[in-house]
């Protein structure tokens, strides 16, 4: 089986690239899925407080049509990354504002619960890695169809298979926004520092000339994410304003999503019976733990095959960090939930205990 990323064998250059706009836009959409946040820094110009001197930032630029995660040194105002075999200096770059912990990769599991915080040019997604030496640690970027975690030693792109990598923390409604802060000089461990005053040191408008592109950044940054998705705790608590698929033909089924085999996949939640059914691996399954969506007016629109509006929610993503959308197909007079995912052609959905492919579907869209 050919590798998903990558058209063929070798490194970059020889793959088809994705546009910089397409990898900013599943970027941004990724982002609100895992409600990962950042804030830009033009290194140049950013004034950081006193306390904050000595620090490292995680944080991620763009290079060669890629977002690579590295790190921000804000004593420098430098952020470094790896690319192509070297390490590379930006003075422009993307802080990462949520809490999480680096973990030992020990093994496939560990990969899939990792949180992604960039994307190669091809658009494969890219994750934080850490690795130890001579007592300290370096960070870069874990590129899973390559099985190591590249970091900068001596200005090259070095590869380990033994690290550590970054796992985004649980949300909780008490906790506020934080900064990730990666100490080089000592024995490092996680921490976190309070992004609100941050943000008004680091702040900027994106870069860039795209219209679109500083429009989505815009979204992103100063508002909250559009969508909500909610835990389901009890079947007679249901959440306020919950979206159903059809009010009309399927008055007791909401648009639903869970978490199976490290993907977060898209369905249907039926409260009463106390489940969600999703599809995965050629059938149905039937998960207690599911959240779903509220505070959302969106619409299903037709569509066929690979063709995805631009304007289509970003519901969830495959083990291998495919974005996933939610769809829906008439089948003998009902609607039937799944998901759509674009490189399989078509939307998934449950019949009789099986997962099904349909080329026609409607798939829901932003308002």
């Known amino acids: 089986m050919g590798n998903p990323f990558y058209d063929c064998e070798g490194g970059h250059g020889e793959a088809v690239r994705m546009s910089q706009n397409s990898i900013y836009e599943q970027l941004v959409r990724r982002d609100r899925v895992h409600r990962m946040e950042?804030?830009?820094?033009?290194?140049?110009?950013?004034?950081?407080?006193?306390?904050?001197?000595?620090?490292?930032?995680?944080?991620?630029?763009?290079?060669?049509?890629?977002?690579?995660?590295?790190?921000?040194?804000?004593?420098?105002?430098?952020?470094?990354?790896?690319?192509?075999?070297?390490?590379?200096?930006?003075?422009?770059?993307?802080?990462?504002?949520?809490?999480?912990?680096?973990?030992?990769?020990?093994?496939?599991?560990?990969?899939?619960?990792?949180?992604?915080?960039?994307?190669?040019?091809?658009?494969?997604?890219?994750?934080?890695?850490?690795?130890?030496?001579?007592?300290?640690?370096?960070?870069?970027?874990?590129q899973r169809s390559h099985?190591?975690?590249?970091?900068?030693?001596?200005?090259?792109?070095?590869?380990?298979?033994?690290?550590?990598?970054?796992?985004?923390?649980?949300?909780?409604?008490?906790?506020?926004?934080?900064?990730?802060v990666a100490d080089l000089s000592e024995e490092a461990t996680y921490a976190e520092t309070d992004a609100k005053e941050l943000r008004a040191f680091l702040a900027r408008p994106a870069p860039g000339n795209s219209a679109k592109r500083h429009e989505l950044y815009t979204t992103r940054m100063s508002n909250p994410p559009v969508e909500s998705w909610e835990i389901v705790f009890d079947a007679e608590r249901l959440p306020r304003h919950a979206v159903l698929?059809?009010?009309?033909?399927?008055?007791?089924?909401?648009?639903?999503?869970?978490?199976?085999?490290?993907?977060?996949?898209?369905?249907?939640?039926?409260?009463?019976?106390?489940?969600?059914?999703?599809?995965?691996?050629?059938?149905?399954w039937i998960k207690e733990n599911y959240e779903i969506l509220c505070d959302y007016n969106g619409v299903f629109v037709r569509t066929h095959g690979d063709v995805i509006p631009e304007d289509a929610l970003l519901a969830g993503e495959s083990e291998l960090g495919e974005a996933l959308y939610i769809g829906r197909v008439m089948q003998g007079g009902r609607v039937l939930v799944g998901k759509v995912q674009p490189s399989h052609g078509g939307c998934y959905v449950p019949i009789d205990g099986r997962e099904v492919l349909f080329a026609n579907y409607e798939i829901y869209i932003c308002p």
């Open 147 to 180: 099985g190591v975690c590249y970091v900068p030693l001596y200005g090259k792109e070095t590869p380990f298979k033994e690290y550590q990598i970054f796992v985004k923390s649980s949300p909780k409604p008490e906790t506020t926004e934080h900064a990730a």
């Open 245 to 284: 698929v059809d009010w009309i033909r399927e008055p007791g089924m909401y648009i639903g999503r869970s978490r199976h085999e490290g993907s977060i996949t898209p369905g249907f939640a039926i409260p009463e019976s106390g489940a969600c059914h999703i599809v995965w691996g050629g059938r149905e």
């Open 38 to 142: 950042w804030v830009e820094t033009r290194s140049q110009r950013c004034k950081l407080p006193p306390g904050w001197k000595n620090k490292f930032f995680l944080a991620r630029a763009t290079h060669e049509g890629s977002w690579t995660p590295g790190y921000l040194d804000v004593t420098k105002k430098i952020c470094t990354i790896v690319w192509g075999g070297k390490a590379h200096k930006k003075d422009k770059c993307e802080i990462l504002c949520t809490g999480g912990s680096f973990v030992p990769c020990t093994d496939t599991n560990t990969l899939l619960r990792a949180t992604a915080a960039g994307m190669s040019e091809e658009g494969e997604p890219l994750y934080f890695g850490r690795v130890k030496q001579n007592g300290r640690y370096v960070y870069g970027k874990v």
